[in-house]
């Protein structure tokens, strides 16, 4: 891994959803700007292994058992990091998962799944870490850092994704409301919003015939690399982004245009 644009130094970052994808590849870059590593899933078994490459790596890192629609484990989790590397003041809600099928097919339950996943548990992971970050003074410091992991679904239509998609626009306004609620309190929160990104979440589909087509309707006729997001993603984690708070960042190479 090239020497990351922004340091981490003396930061302690929780990345939920960090055994596979976005997650994973955060904290590998997370660990080698310096920043102390909380991996956070429920597949500790792959965590575990991507906190040993961290660390193998110079870094620090640690695995966590995480379930974000499951709020005493997301306490549980807040608890260990602090006790393994104190209070955490660089949060990623990264944990997604997808459920995508024609609207007027959608079992209940995959809505629900979805609201409980990628809505509720960002709000929870988001809400815990700022009442800690409250508790230990990051109004005096200003060294709070949230960062939400949107969709350009938020904003383009996704044909059989029409729940992922509205929940991630509301993930975007909830992570205003947040920014201006914890202005006064050190917090920042901004939200990115990335392309389609061939990852664990949509791997199925997107070797598919019709994923391909997707693929080559976008102007570029190109997935978004993930390494397209480690600028932005070091930059609202880091120190360099005292001021901006309630922001949005679209990383897509234009598919939504
Ligand atoms: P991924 O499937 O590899 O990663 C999602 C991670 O979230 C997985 O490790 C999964 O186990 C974890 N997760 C799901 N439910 C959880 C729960 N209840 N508790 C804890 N962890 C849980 O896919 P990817 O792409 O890395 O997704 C990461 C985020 O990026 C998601 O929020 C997704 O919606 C978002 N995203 C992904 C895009 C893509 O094209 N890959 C595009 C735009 C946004």
Redesign the pocket.
Known sequence: MSTPRYSLDGRVALI????????AHLAHLFGAAGAKVML????TDRTEGVAEAIRAAGGQAHALA????DEASIIAAYDEAESTFGTIDTIIA?????KAGRSTDLPVSDIQTLTD??FI?AYLTAREGAKRLIASGSKDTGNGRIVL?????SFAHANGDAA?AAL?AGLAHLGRNFAREWVRQGINVNTI??????????ADWMHTDAGQAMVNSFHRRRL?SIDALNDPMLFFSSDASAQITGAELIIDDGQWL
Do not use: M, Q, W
């Open positions: 939920t959803g960090a055994s596979s994808g976005i997650g956070g899933a429920r597949r995480l379930d974000v629609t990264n944990a997604g998962l997808s996943t990628n548990g992991v949107g969709s350009i679904t992922y991630k919003h990335p392309g389609y990104i061939d990852t664990e979440i949509n978004t």
